[in-house]
């Protein structure tokens, strides 16, 4: 049978969301062989998209070329690679090129950032907007292209919680992005696609309907953490997870990745985890049987693997810089700290690795009926999740 697969998250220690323009071929060589020896599987890297496309009919060469190294750094390391597009929302920010920006739509919950700095804008349409629609197909088509090659490409993920970027207008907006891009990419790559869904498309009507984003997919993903649900029991609730892996199955009926799970661990001086701030933490050994227990759920219920977020804590060098700035707890959710050593956790999936798990076979009919979760919005994700802890008691 085939294998349950686990795998992390990745963003260099020393440079994190500006590793693209401080590019070190070396750390990602090293770190991806550190990787391997700890019997992990897959790597997601990110394409910061200004990065790559820095004008719309653009993509810059030398990003093409450090892209290649990475890949290539990834295949001599064993591993498979997952590069996520248009990125795009992370950690908190929108990291986004100047050219997608519409100046009649002000950034909203979370602050733009360009190469040049802050931007008082957010995207344009780029579910819908031909201008954008065309730049992005652009990208896709040549990016993947230039994969094509790299024995490491495993698959594609189209974007990281692309929902925080913009909401699509409907959810017909959405699946003809996600069915466009996913044929291009699958044309001139010849690999799986999908896409980064998290928890926050389940707790309210983003006009975002898995069934129809991932009609194209070969399988979903889904992001999720227990500190950031408001329905969890608790910061160390390990059936978040595992609760939201099953809505993503019962609404796209393909099996489930879940490609981002985690939590932040606690800085020296908070001595109380629960009421850390702005979000709970955990203690590094907190953050090992936390990770053993969702994985452990994960496998038994038919996921199709696991992948920590993230890699390494960041070096306090970046202090100053976003989303660091302003969200401290963002430096913390490694599985190696900022100095290379591991945590407890590293060991922990070290340990899950070495098992060797197998796919467990998935039986169970859909969980709940999407169109009946959508209309029971904005309760809808509470109430059923004490319907699971029900069922899986």
């Known amino acids: 049978m085939e294998r349950f697969r686990l795998g992390v998250n990745y963003w260099p220690a020393r440079s994190a969301m500006y590793a693209w323009e401080r590019f070190d071929g070396a750390e990602w060589r090293a ?14 890297f990110f394409l910061r998209w200004e990065s790559f496309q820095p004008e719309a009919a653009r993509i810059d060469a030398t990003a093409l070329d450090r892209f290649d190294e990475v890949m290539a750094a990834i295949d001599d390391a064993g591993l498979l690679a997952m590069p996520t597009l248009f990125c795009g929302h992370m950690s908190g920010v929108n990291w986004l090129p100047p050219w997608s920006l519409d100046p009649q739509t002000p950034h909203g919950r979370f602050r733009t950032m360009t190469l040049a700095g802050e931007s008082p804008f957010g995207i344009g349409d780029f579910y819908a907007d031909p201008r954008l629609l065309e730049a992005q197909s652009l990208f896709a088509r040549t990016i993947a292209a230039r994969a094509r090659e790299h024995r490491s490409l495993w698959c594609w993920d189209l974007g990281n919680e692309f929902s925080n970027l913009r909401e699509p207008r409907t959810p017909e907006d959405a699946a003809r ?18 896409g980064g869904i998290h928890g926050e498309d389940f707790e309210r009507d983003r006009h975002i309907r898995p069934s129809s984003i991932a ?43 879940f490609s981002e799970f985690g939590n932040p661990a606690c800085a020296p001086d908070e001595r109380n985890p629960a009421a850390a701030k702005p979000f709970p933490c955990l203690t590094e050994r907190e953050m090992a049987d936390y990770c053993i227990a969702v994985v452990d759920r994960l ?22 810089l976003p989303p660091f700035d302003l969200a401290t707890h963002e430096f913390r959710f490694g599985m190696v700290r900022a100095d290379g050593s591991l945590k407890p956790v590293a060991h922990a999936l070290a340990t899950l690795a070495a098992r060797e798990m197998e796919l467990a076979p ?16 904005p309760d809808a994700i509470a109430a059923n999740y004490a319907r699971y802890l029900a069922d899986v008691r």
């Open 177 to 194: 992005w996600s069915a466009s891009l996913s044929a291009v990419l699958a044309e001139h790559s010849g690999v799986a696609v999908t």
């Open 362 to 377: 998935q039986t169970r009919p859909p969980f709940v009926d999407e169109a009946a979760y959508y209309a029971a919005m």
């Open 31 to 44: 770190d991806m062989k550190r990787i391997a020896a700890l019997g992990l599987q897959i790597v997601r």
């Open 299 to 320: 496998q038994s219920r038919g996921a199709l693997g696991a992948m920590w977020w993230c890699w390494s804590d960041y070096d306090e060098a970046l202090a100053a």
């Open 215 to 257: 009609e194209p997919w070969r399988f979903a993903t889904m992001h999720g953490y227990s500190v950031y649900s408001a329905f969890a029991r608790d910061r160390l609730d390990a059936e978040v997870v595992p609760y939201l892996c099953e809505l993503a199955r019962s609404f796209t009926e393909k099996p489930v990745l």
